[in-house]
């Protein structure tokens, strides 16, 4: 891949819809919620996140902060500053570009070799926005028999198209079918 990927205009409503469970409220609803759900699953747990409130809420919970893998941040929300002082709770942070509404195609190496090296790692987006790249996250993410995969990011309230959408969390479970959806969703990316 050597062209940025973009969402193309009319296929916007697409790429709005949540890619797992939404899980609807408030920061203080949501994150009691997925603790519970968490708690419940009986096999070891990696989180991943997409999002600078969901990495923020996360990493202040010591039962969820034990279990992120990796956090993708761009250290902003809603085009506002967002104090990001983690550093010390990953032992990897790199810095990448990643332009506003693309996909950056690199991207899809170095978030793939992120999760080879097991690290816990910060990826701080310097330029552009984290948003689309749950996408390539969600296809180099290796599927595991011994492991419970999460990919969590914040979802913002749509309300101008059918359906409609609530604010929350979406809980994305790595497995074959959200797989298969993400690559129809960069394929249709890929046809310009």
Known sequence: MSDELKIKSDQRHKYSQPLGDL??????????????????????IQIYLVGDIVTQDFLNNQF??????????????????????????????????NPEGTINPESFDLLKKIAENEKRTLLKITRGEEDLLVLPLTLVLPL?????????????PITDRKPSFPEGIVMVELNRHV???VDHLITIMQNK
């Open 23 to 44: 899980i609807s409220g408030s920061r203080l609803e949501t994150i009691p919620k997925v603790i519970e759900i968490l708690k419940k699953v009986d096999s070891d």
């Open 64 to 97: 969820l902060k034990e279990r992120v893998q990796i956090a993708i941040i761009d250290e902003k929300t809603k085009r506002e500053s967002v104090n990001a002082d983690y550093e010390d709770l990953f032992e990897e942070i790199i810095e990448f570009e």
């Open 144 to 156: 595991s028999k011994t492991k419970k995969r999460y990919i969590f990011y914040g979802q913002p």
């Open 179 to 181: 797989k298969k959806l």
